[in-house]
C-alpha cells in the first residue's frame, strides 16, 4: 500500500495529502525520490527503506546504463546509493537497503548493465517481500507479548502506510483486534505533522478498529484515567543497547508509562536494529525546518519572529522499555546480549 513496483519504477501514496486526498506518484530517478523521502511523501522507517531500494533501480534506469563499463556502473551506483540513502539521516532501514541493493548491483558489474539491473530489482523486490514477512511476525510475537492488555495506545503511525505490510506497533493492533482481544486503540496526533491524527486515524477506520484519537499532551492525563494498558509504538533505529530513535513525543510516553505502572514496548523489524550503533548517544536525530512547528499546510499560527527546535525524533533509553518485539521474536532487557546474539545469528545463516 505504502510503495509498489510497477515494473518501471516505485509507486507510493503521497501521504502528505492524506487522508484527504489519495494521489499516487511515480518515482522516476535519483531526485524524485529523494524529495519524496525528505518531505514525507513516504515515510515511516521500512517504507523509506522500500521506496530507496526501488528508487535506487529507478535512478539507474534513468541515468542510462547502456554500454557502461565496469568502472563506470560501479561510479554511478556508488553515486546515486550515496545521495538516496543521505535522504533522511535518522531510520537506519533507508542506508541498510540502499546498502543492500547498492551491493547487489556492484556484484552485477561486470556482466554489463543489464545484470546490474537485474541484480538491483531482485534485491529490491527480495526487501519488500521480507518486509512484508517481517510485519507478520511481529504481529504474531507482539500479540502474544500484549496479551490481556485490551487498550493500548500508540503514537505516530506505523501501520500499512509506513511499512510494506501490515505495519509494526500497528499490525500488533489490527492482530489484537482480528483475535477480539482489543477494546479501543488511543491514537496520539503526533505532532507537527500529525502522522497519528491523519494516518493511524485512517487506517484505523479503514480497518474498522475501535480508536480515538489524542492529542499528544493528552497522554498522561490517559493513563491516569485507565485508558491505557499498554503502550507500543515504532521505531527508527534501536542501538547496540536497545535504546530507540522514534518519533518526537515517544520518549515523554515512556516516562509517562513508567510512573503510571504501564509496559511500554516498542515493534520493528530487524532492519531497524543497528548493532553498528552503541547507543542513543550515538543516533543522528534529524531536525526539520522550523515551519512544521509554527503551523501546518497553508495555516500559520505562530507569530512573524518566533523561533522552534524542530527534532523529527527523540531517543527513549532501553531502560524504560519493557520490550522490544522483533520478526525474530521479543527481545527484553538486557538488550546488549540479545541484539548482539541476533546480530550474530543473521551474519552466520
Ligand atoms: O517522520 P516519520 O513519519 O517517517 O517517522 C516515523 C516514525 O517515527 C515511525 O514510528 C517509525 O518509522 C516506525 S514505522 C513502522
Redesign the pocket.
Known amino acids: 500500500m505504502s510503495v509498489t513496483w510497477d515494473g518501471g519504477a516505485p509507486v507510493i501514496v503521497d ?1 502528505r495529502l492524506l487522508p484527504g486526498e489519495v494521489v499516487h506518484r511515480r518515482l522516476t530517478d535519483a531526485a524524485e525520490t529523494i524529495e519524496a523521502i525528505r518531505t ?1 511523501a513516504v ?6 527503506g522500500i521506496a530507496g531500494a526501488y528508487g535506487l533501480v529507478a535512478a539507474l534506469d534513468a541515468a542510462g546504463l547502456a554500454s557502461s563499463s565496469g568502472d563506470t556502473l560501479r561510479a554511478l551506483v556508488g553515486d546515486l546509493a550515496d545521495r538516496i540513502a543521505a535522504a ?1 539521516p ?2 537506519v ?1 533507508l542506508a541498510h537497503d540502499v546498502g543492500r541493493v547498492r551491493e547487489a548491483a556492484l556484484a552485477a558489474a561486470d556482466r554489463g548493465p543489464a545484470a546490474v539491473r537485474e541484480a538491483a530489482l531482485t534485491e529490491a523486490l527480495a526487501i519488500h517481500a521480507a518486509d512484508r514477512a517481517s510485519c507478520a511476525a511481529i504481529a504474531h510475537h507482539g500479540r502474544m507479548a500484549l496479551a490481556g492488555r485490551r487498550r493500548i495506545l500508540t ?5 500499512r502506510l ?2 510494506g505490510g501490515d ?4 499490525a500488533v493492533v489490527y492482530a489484537l483486534h482480528a483475535a477480539g482481544e482489543l477494546d479501543e486503540v488511543l491514537a496520539c496526533e ?1 505532532r507537527p ?1 500529525l ?1 497519528g491524527g491523519r ?1 493511524t486515524a485512517w487506517e484505523l477506520v479503514m480497518a474498522g478498529v475501535p480508536s480515538r484519537v489524542i492529542v499528544d499532551g493528552a497522554a498522561g492525563a490517559a493513563m491516569a484515567a485507565g485508558l491505557v494498558e499498554a503502550v507500543i ?4 533505529r534501536i542501538a547496540a543497547n536497545g535504546d530507540t ?3 518526537i513525543g ?1 520518549y515523554a510516553l515512556a516516562v509517562l508509562a513508567r510512573h503510571h505502572g504501564i509496559p511500554f514496548w516498542v ?3 530487524w532492519s ?1 536494529v543497528d548493532p553498528a550503533t552503541p547507543d542513543g548517544a550515538a543516533i543522528v536525530v ?1 531536525e526539520r525546518d522550523p515551519a512544521e512547528v509554527f503551523g501546518y499546510r497553508d495555516v500559520r499560527w505562530s507569530p512573524a519572529g518566533a523561533g522552534a527546535w524542530n527534532p ?2 527523540d531517543v527513549t533509553p532501553a531502560e524504560l522499555i519493557t520490550g522490544i518485539v522483533t520478526d525474530r521474536g521479543t527481545l527484553v532487557a538486557p538488550y546488549g546480549p540479545g541484539i548482539a546474539r541476533h546480530a550474530r545469528g543473521a551474519e552466520d545463516a
Open positions: 501521504q514525507l515515510r515511516g522507517a521500512p517504507a523509506i533522511r535518522t531510520a532501514n503514537h505516530c503511525n506505523t501501520g509506513a511499512t505495519g509494526t506497533a500497528l503526533a505533522l502522522q494516518l509504538v515504532g521505531a527508527d530513535a522514534n518519533k515517544t515493534a520493528a523489524p531497524t534529524e523529527a525524533f
